[in-house]
């Protein structure tokens, strides 16, 4: 709402003229930790009050996962954050992204303010693990790449692994394997590597 005050002056939307415009600060008021401000637009001449408090900090349980490991954490916020599943945030040096969330009720919501929220999940995006198919000949084994969302991984180009050199047979994206083209590490359910 604010966004910023210099010497009796403060940026506000006004809700007449619907500008965020330069309005006059005409009086202020301290109440608690807050303030409020009896303000006049320069625009429209149109005067009314805008209350400032600061926000309280809550406590979310998250569930945040890191493939295959799960921990529940608890997340600070502040409590009329507007939070949406898709929503993006940092937390112990990695990137989550919110899955789901659920209200006091238990019921799953797309979007709500950070105090209603009972708890929600996230899984780690900052990096990808991509399950591996290599073939040797006969012999067929299991492993995975780490690696960033955003690494492009081409078919029939070299990749190491492990220390040994393989060719990418094929790429499986979830809807479907392809011997052709190229996908990033995000879109990838697993590659499919045969011995160089």
Known sequence: MM?????GHVDLLCPSCSLEIDHITLKEKKVGDGVDLLVKCSECNHV???ILRPSKLVK??????????????????????????????????FEWTITRLEGQDARSKRKMNAGSIRRGWAIRVDRVIIPLTMTDGEVSRSSTIECSPDTIFSCETQI?????????????????????????????????????
């Open 3 to 7: 966004t910023s005050v210099t010497k």
């Open 48 to 50: 009314h009050t805008v």
């Open 60 to 93: 979310i349980g998250m569930t945040l996962s890191d493939g295959r490991s799960s921990s529940f954490q608890s997340i600070d916020s502040d409590d009329d954050e507007e939070i949406s599943v898709g929503d993006t945030f940092e937390h112990d040096g």
């Open 160 to 196: 190491e692994v492990e220390g040994s050199t393989w060719v990418i047979r094929a790429i499986h994206t979830g809807k479907g394997r392809t011997l052709r083209g190229r996908r990033a590490a995000a879109d990838i359910r697993r590659i499919y590597l045969h011995a160089d």
